[in-house]
């Protein structure tokens, strides 16, 4: 019993710690601000993808991307180009290419060892606006020799965007 007390308090106490939310940070030293998400996420069959929407404004230049991270148990080594890609379910498929090779770690904790491959996709106003007009069906994260399709929470994850872009990106969207 005291067994199925800690594990249950454990996943309560991980689950938490996985909150969305929305931070705003400041940077005096280069007069920039970032707003972005956190833990806005889909979920597949033995693993996640973050994909969170972000914005940084320096003087009149306003950037807009979403920063991914993809966690899984296995490597899928993500592709630069095309990597990240978005199914509406209008049949449109939104193809979306890293700035630069994602990056890649190892992470572990407890009993959990898994791998974690991240990086940045710049948006243009009409590539957000279409994400943001018409339901997804699914993502699916390409790799250097496979695929992962993740369909669990995209629902959840486009009404966060469009919260944080009515919120946050009127002037880039009008």
């Not at 990056?103 to 957000?128: C, F």
């Not at 669990?152 to 002037?171: A, C």
Request: charged fraction near 25%.
């Amino acid at each position: 019993m005291k067994r199925i007390f800690i594990t249950l308090l454990s996943l309560f106490l991980f689950s938490c710690s996985l909150q969305y939310s929305v931070k705003t940070e400041e940077d005096k030293y280069s007069g920039s601000t970032k707003t972005y998400e956190e833990n806005n996420r889909v979920q597949g069959f033995s693993g996640s993808v973050y994909l969170n929407l972000s914005k940084q404004v320096k003087e009149d230049s306003e950037l807009v991307f979403i920063r991914f991270d993809y966690r899984d148990a296995n490597w899928i080594y993500v592709e630069k180009n095309e990597g990240i890609q978005i199914l509406l379910k209008n049949g449109e498929v939104v193809k979306l290419s890293s700035v630069e090779m994602p990056s890649r770690n190892v992470e572990s904790g407890g009993d959990y060892v898994g791998v974690s491959e991240s990086g940045v996709l710049m948006l243009d106003k009409n590539t957000l606006k279409t994400l943001l007009s018409n339901p997804i069906e699914s993502v699916r994260v390409y790799g250097s020799d496979s695929y992962k399709e993740y369909g669990n929470g995209t629902s959840q994850l486009q009404q966060r965007w469009k919260e944080f872009s009515n919120t946050h990106l009127t002037d880039f969207l009008n």
